[in-house]
């Protein structure tokens, strides 16, 4: 991804000026970028605060609840969105709380609004509140397993996937790629190889690509 920034970014600088340039993007530096506000955080005011799992560092509640059933993610970005989310809640009191009115507030106070935030969020389906805290405003979603993702009815209507003959396999189900060229997603062209099966064999201009 940073690669393909940077050649864009080389292309409109030779646009402008007739010159080319030299770009590298690191492994460890293109890392180290996803950092991002936890990297801002640290170099601003020098306090490591540790690992947050899924919640947000500066904003609460920003984090994934369990449901009775499984996790889901809540994201209740200011003040008005959390005061409609403990309305869908039926924790009007929690806005109230003088604790919790603002976000400053709900972050020094973040384990004992969570804990009760909890508490409710245990006590229904994932998908109840999903409708519940959608229909509120905030947003919200399930946490899904690899078998939900598959299920889902916007993945199978996007024709990412698609059924691949394979000589040996037979039928493998498998992920096109998520881009669209005019419209139409890229096709996959050949199956995958068998063990070996590249290792002799030479492209059309008779290159060879196999090793010694």
Known sequence: MQTATAILASLHRRSETGEGARIEAPLFESTL??????????????????????AHPTIVPYQTFAASDKQIAVAAGNDAQFARLCE????????????????????ANREELVAALQREFSKHTAEEWVEKVREAGIPCGPVNTLADVF????????????????????MLRMLASPVLVDGERLPIRRPPPALGQHTEESDDEGWSWGCD
């Open 88 to 107: 869908a809640l039926g924790r009007e009191d929690l806005a109230g709380d003088e604790r919790y009115a603002t976000n400053p507030g709900r972050v």
């Open 33 to 54: 970028s996803w950092l991002a506000n936890r990297a801002q955080e640290y170099l601003v005011s020098g306090e490591d605060k540790g690992r947050m799992g899924n």
């Open 151 to 170: 299920e889902d009815e916007h993945v199978l209507g996007s024709g990412i996937l698609r059924d691949v003959d394979h000589p040996t396999a037979g």
